[in-house]
């Protein structure tokens, strides 16, 4: 996204321009993250690393929808489905071929990947409001088939997977749920990064700004549409097939539309079409309930609320979604770019 | 044949209450643009609204209904004002987002003033029954029937004799030449907005009066998309035919593919129908055709 850049933040080559880490400071901010993360199962309980782990399984989703709706400009209200979609596979294959996640993953991402193709073909005539409705069709469609595919997918009761092991290591804590999920994410927020920085990328953001001016200045629409709803929905897979693990019970009434709607607010509570908005984003939205819910205990004491909570989170998230969209349009990660700004130049602002 | 009769008769019963409520979303779309995803929640608030007069105030029909009214219509504006004016001009998708967060706002808001329990509505409509085709239609769905085809009436005239219909048909159809002669596009959004709630009240009035409401009352917006984007989206006809058929076929694979393959189908088969509209004419049956320049 346009995002301002601050006074004096100006570059000599398209190299330098890029680049992912613009100072060496990002490069190390970064790897001592990383380290930090590294270490942080050793002293975390289980119900905060139950917290990263789903926080880690939905920034996998998140910069998917990014990927198509971020950078491709293509709105999906399908993206829960597909998430399902992903879940379902692993799911089927771990409890039915007992295969192990190094299979399973993959597979979880392909599956989805078709699945996203197919409902991705309207995209070629249509955008806008009308894809949103294709992808609410796919959304609809897919809870059909999962609620009644009941031979494969357990129909209402659903499945109940196994702890899997990884190369004859059994990961069967949070803690090693932390790494395996962590390792994904930071693979999958790395593609998406550098995705954004090569011809395809490019080609996607071209659509997202005019579609009609891509089309004109050579772009295959249709190619590079379908490329961002499997792209999209891989990424979707992989998150599906990583919760399927992790949360072991999968049914229908996981993977609803307002699930859809969580991981669009992820994106733009974040900042549509930044890696590091997603990133924001996944981890607000993952974390807002567990924050809600801890302050409703604590205040629940003194105000008699426990009991209107869901209609409490229900009310604040709409909020939420509606101040970011009138106040802070680009979300998330713009508020942290001008921070980063504000103190660049500090004392000296202007 | 019995059967099907009866199963076109209800649902063209059903079908008039989804076009009374496709009518507000398309009036919202027609003149401002808007995709308002928060319809249903609209139907939720007005339904409720009115068993808080009819029940819990313990008010005449008489009163509580243009009350209702008048708390939809005062909704409509506060929510235009507060919420879409800032948006106009935004992407589509930005808009949608607002829309969808007021929806969790509306809900919400319903559900810790009401809870979430049943509520039996009264019966507020005198008893009326009629036989068609051998075939007996239930009070309620009469009056729904009868409500939208009033309202399509109503609308039409509304849209062809009033100063205000011409200047919301002005301001639709081309925003800067209508700023241009004089038309106040930003009283005209907010007229929009406040007839749509109050069209949605009354289908939540009318489902109401057809069973017992609940927070679930929200899901019937989502079936205003199939039935807005057969009819085509800015087309109010469109909106009455579309929710007629999407009510006949919805009843119909209930009662004949459901038996084959199983539960869920009545609800699915409106969005098949959707993705196939959208595949082969995604302006709908009446809708304007977009046509899009560099």
């Known amino acids: ?57 939905a920034l996998v989703g998140a910069q998917g929808l990014n990927i198509l709706t971020g950078f491709t400009g293509q709105i999906s209200l399908g993206h829960g489905a597909f998430i399902g979609v992903g879940a379902y596979t692993a799911g089927i294959l771990a409890t039915k071929l007992g295969a192990g996640p190094a299979v399973a993953l993959p597979a979880a991402g392909v599956a989805a990947a078709l699945v996203g193709l197919l409902f991705g073909l309207p995209s070629l005539r249509i955008k806008g409001f009308y894809l949103a409705m294709a992808t609410l069709a796919a959304q609809f469609i897919l809870e059909y088939l999962f609620m009644q595919a009941a031979p494969l997918t357990g129909g209402a009761q659903g499945l109940y997977v196994e702890r899997p092991a990884l190369f ?131 205040a629940g004491s003194y105000l008699p609320i426990e009991n209107i909570f869901p209609a409490l989170r229900e009310i604040i998230f709409g909020l939420l979604i509606v101040l970011f969209l009138l106040r802070e349009p680009e979300g998330l990660a713009k508020l942290w770019w001008d921070i980063k700004a504000y103190w660049k130049l500090w004392p000296f602002a202007y | 044949m019995r059967f099907f009769l009866q ?133 309620p769905f009469l009056w729904g029937c009868l409500i939208a085809g009033a309202c399509l009436v109503a609308f039409t005239l509304f849209f062809r004799f009033s100063t205000w219909g011409v200047t919301m048909r002005a301001a639709a159809n081309h925003q800067a030449a209508a700023l241009s002669i004089g038309i106040d596009v930003r009283r005209v959004f907010a007229l929009s907005w406040a007839i749509a709630a ?23 917006g989502l079936k205003v998309f199939p039935v807005v984007i057969l009819g085509g989206l800015d087309s109010i006809p469109g909106a009455i035919l579309g929710g007629l058929l999407i009510g006949i076929l919805e009843n119909l694979s209930g009662g004949f593919i459901e038996p084959w393959v199983g539960g869920g189908v009545k609800a699915v088969a409106p969005f098949v129908v959707l993705l196939l509209i959208l595949l082969v004419r995604p302006y709908g049956l009446f809708g304007t055709r977009e046509i899009e320049r560099l």
Request: proline share 4%; glycine share 10%.
């Open chain 2, 7 to 139: 199963l076109v008769v209800t649902g063209i019963a059903v079908g008039s209450i989804y076009a009374l409520i496709a009518l507000g979303f398309v009036l919202i779309y027609k003149s401002t643009r808007i995709i308002n995803f928060a319809q249903g929640e609209l139907v939720l608030i007005g339904a409720f609204t009115a068993f808080a007069f009819l029940s819990q105030a313990g008010l005449p029909p008489a009163l509580a209904l243009p009350l209702t009214v008048v708390v939809a219509v005062v909704l409509g504006f506060t929510v235009e004002r507060l919420l879409l004016r800032p948006m106009l001009g935004e992407p589509v998708i930005a808009v949608i987002m607002v829309t969808l967060g007021l929806a969790g706002i509306l809900k919400g808001s319903a559900r810790a003033i009401w809870g979430s329990v049943n509520r039996p509505f009264p019966d507020i409509f005198p008893a009326l029954s009629l036989r068609l085709f051998d075939v007996a239609i239930p009070g």
């Open chain 2, 198 to 220: 109050a069209v949605a009240a009354l289908g939540g009035v009318l489902l109401g009066a057809i069973n017992v409401i609940d927070m679930n009352l929200g899901a019937i």
């Open chain 1, 168 to 298: 004859g290591l059994a990961i069967d804590s949070d803690a090693k749920f932390f790494y395996l999920i962590m390792a994904v994410a930071a693979l999958a927020t790395a593609g998406a990064r550098n995705l954004l920085r090569t011809d395809v990328g490019r080609c996607f953001v071209a659509i997202r700004d005019r579609d009609i001016a891509a089309d004109l200045i050579g772009v295959n629409l249709f190619a590079y549409k379908q490329l961002a709803f499997a792209l999209s929905s891989f990424y979707a897979g992989i998150a599906g097939g990583l919760l399927a693990y992790y949360v072991q019970a999968i049914n229908p009434q996981a993977f609803t539309v307002l699930l859809s709607v969580d991981y669009l607010a992820m994106i733009i509570i974040g900042g549509l079409g930044s890696v590091l908005g997603a990133t924001f984003g996944a981890v607000f939205i993952t974390l807002l309930p567990e924050v809600l819910k801890l302050t409703i205990d604590a």
């Open chain 1, 1 to 57: 996204m346009a995002l301002t850049r601050p006074c004096g933040d100006f570059k000599r080559s398209w190299e330098a321009d890029e680049a992912v880490f613009t100072t060496r400071f990002s490069r190390a901010a970064l790897t001592a993250f990383l380290v930090v993360l590294a270490f942080v199962p050793l002293v975390a309980g289980d119900f905060w690393l139950y917290l990263l782990n789903l926080c880690g399984i």
